[in-house]
């Protein structure tokens, strides 16, 4: 015990004495000095027992003693980088680099702290500082390139990633980086001339001869592209990057069989990777207007469900090429599977509401819904389908409560506000909600002032209920100089009339509602009925008001009395 203190009083004295050589320009006296290297040894044998606090607690003295010691800046600075204080910690690491800018470990922890808090300008003053101290080290020298391209500096990147590629270079990492910044900067003359480079360097590297391939692509040389390409694949046939890459020249050059057998090739292999071959059918699926070969491709996406029967990626891809060939019921077991494997993926719930939705399946719709509201995983897309779900299944009080949540969500699409709005007029009016049915349809007007079907709703009732018949009949107006044709509007248009006492103007377009209905229904035998008798054609009347009543119409027995006296 007795040796493992001296060892550690041993090691205090040393860095204590390094540390007090390194205290700036401030000239101590006996008494501040002392008190300083005392705080500072405590502050050590603290940290080295594992005592954070009492540690910092001593740090923070000796700075008090010694206002330019570095070295308590840079350990202070290091445990309040330890317990996330990040701008403390950066507070501090910047005091002592201003104090010792040579100091290689400061200089880099003020760089990370800065580069930690976005500080991008100031990290980049302190990994030029440590690539003057140390221009070879490769870490100091990547990270200034980073920084550069993060502050939006290519070019003064690019000479910094050259610097680097030509002390080391066989990093194919750097390399890569190189040749992206000088093909962002347009420069296809030392693009293709570092490419060529490097596959003189490295002739049996089959990274750069892709890239070569890719560039002669791009570049439209088709035919040389095509021969790296397949020099490349005979050289490599296990090489799926190649593959992967040959692909885009197959399609450009309408090579759509030989797309198929390399892709199958690869889905096939044990050699790739799932994240290969799921981005390889990605792309299949989704440019169906080239893949049209169903059997080939429902092959390769068999042959992935049974590979990887566990991955909810190849689901998503089934079900996404079936919603594409209207195969909805196999896309639903696709999607259902991926729910079993991630229970709570909410894209894959609003995927299968929306099939749902197409279908007109509202007791499906809210069976998935409320499965999405049990696991709490709500959004307002799923939110407004199954309130639209709830209306149509007779649930109207929960349908509201659900549309009005919906409109409490911030960014909303416009048209899903106006229908939502639409619905809440309806619902509510039906609930004998009159205030709050009228408010809605306001809301709705104040979007879209010409929405025909609001329009026509919302005169109709306030024309049966009682109330402004004038704006009734501005609105109405609207819908029939919209639809002349449409009998529900002019029937509106004519019943409005009538209430307002114009019997002539009444009877005329109630006539044309009747004629442009193809089967009037018992409301319009009704108010024809009425109106006829309002015009003193009693005969006629009965007439149509017995057809209202042979169709079930209640109350039209007091018109029927009315018009025989």
């Known amino acids: 015990m007795k040796r ?6 041993s ?8 540390s007090v050589k ?28 594992g005592n954070t606090r009492g540690a910092a607690k001593m740090f923070t003295q000796s700075i008090a ?8 800046y840079y350990e202070l600075a290091k445990i309040y980088l330890g317990i996330k204080d990040i701008k403390s910690a950066y507070s501090f690491a910047q005091k002592a680099y201003n104090l010792s800018k040579s100091n290689e470990w400061y200089c880099l922890l003020y760089g ?14 302190a990994y030029k500082q440590l690539y003057r101290i140390k221009p070879g080290n490769i870490n100091y020298s990547y990270g200034l390139g980073v920084l550069l391209l993060q502050d939006n500096k290519p070019k003064e990147s690019l000479e910094v990633f050259k610097k680097i590629a030509a002390k080391y270079p066989d990093n194919e990492q750097i390399n890569q980086i190189v040749l992206d910044l000088v093909l962002e900067g347009g420069d296809t003359k030392e693009y293709e001339d570092l490419i060529n480079a490097y596959i003189r360097r490295d002739p049996l590297n089959p990274k750069y001869l892709v890239l070569k391939g890719e560039f002669l692509m791009k570049s439209n040389k088709l035919e040389e592209a095509d021969k790296v390409y397949n020099m490349v694949i005979q050289a490599n046939p296990e090489y799926t990057l190649a593959k992967l890459s040959y692909l885009d020249l197959l399609l450009k050059t309408d090579k759509v069989n030989e797309v198929y057998t390399i892709a199958n090739d690869i889905v096939v292999s044990k050699d790739v990777n799932i994240d290969s071959k799921s981005r390889l059918m990605y792309g299949i699926v989704f440019k169906d207007s080239v893949f049209t070969d169903s059997i080939k491709i429902t092959r390769m996406i068999g042959s992935l469900k049974e590979q990887y029967p566990d991955d909810s990626r190849v689901y998503d891809i089934s079900s996404i090429y079936y919603i594409k060939k209207d195969a909805y019921d196999v896309a639903l077991k696709d999607l259902d599977m991926i729910l079993k494997l991630e229970p ?30 049990g696991r709490k995983i709500i959004n307002p897309e799923i939110l407004f389908s199954l309130a639209i779900a709830e209306s149509f299944l007779g649930n109207d009080k929960v349908a509201v409560n659900h549309l009005e949540k919906f409109l409490t969500y911030d960014n909303l699409p416009r048209g899903t506000v106006v229908t939502a709005n639409m619905f809440l007029g309806d619902i509510y009016h039906k609930l004998g909600n009159k205030k709050s049915s009228y408010l809605h349809y306001e809301v709705v007007l104040k979007y879209d002032p010409n929405n025909i079907y609001v ?32 009998a529900t509007y002019l029937d509106t248009y004519a019943w409005i009339l009538y209430k307002m006492e114009d019997f002539d103007g009444a009877l005329k377009y109630m006539k044309l509602a009747i004629d442009n209905s193809a089967e009037p229904s018992q409301e319009l035998y009704f108010h024809y009925g009425v109106i006829l008798g309002a015009n003193e054609r009693y005969i006629e009347a009965l007439k149509y008001l017995n057809k209202a009543k042979e169709l079930g119409k209640k109350g039209v027995e007091e018109y029927l009395l009315k018009f025989t006296k």
């Open 4 to 9: 493992l203190l001296l060892g550690i009083c």
């Open 11 to 18: 090691v205090l004295l040393i860095v204590s004495c390094t």
């Open 22 to 49: 390194k205290t700036g320009t401030v000239s101590l006296d006996k008494q501040n000095k002392e008190n300083y290297e005392y705080a500072f040894n405590e502050a050590l044998r603290f940290k080295l027992l």
């Open 65 to 72: 003693y010694n206002p330019e010691a570095d070295a308590a």
């Open 112 to 125: 990370q702290t800065a580069k930690a808090l976005n500080k991008v300008d100031t990290a980049i003053i």
């Open 344 to 373: 709570s993926n909410i894209q894959v719930l609003a995927r299968i509401i929306k099939i749902y939705e197409f279908k007109s399946n509202w007791v499906m719709i809210k069976k998935y819904g409320d499965i999405a509201m």
């Open 455 to 486: 329009l026509n709703n919302y005169s109709y009732y306030i024309s049966v209920e009682g109330g402004d018949l004038k704006k009734a009949e501005r609105m109405s107006r609207i819908t029939i100089e919209a639809e002349p044709k449409n």
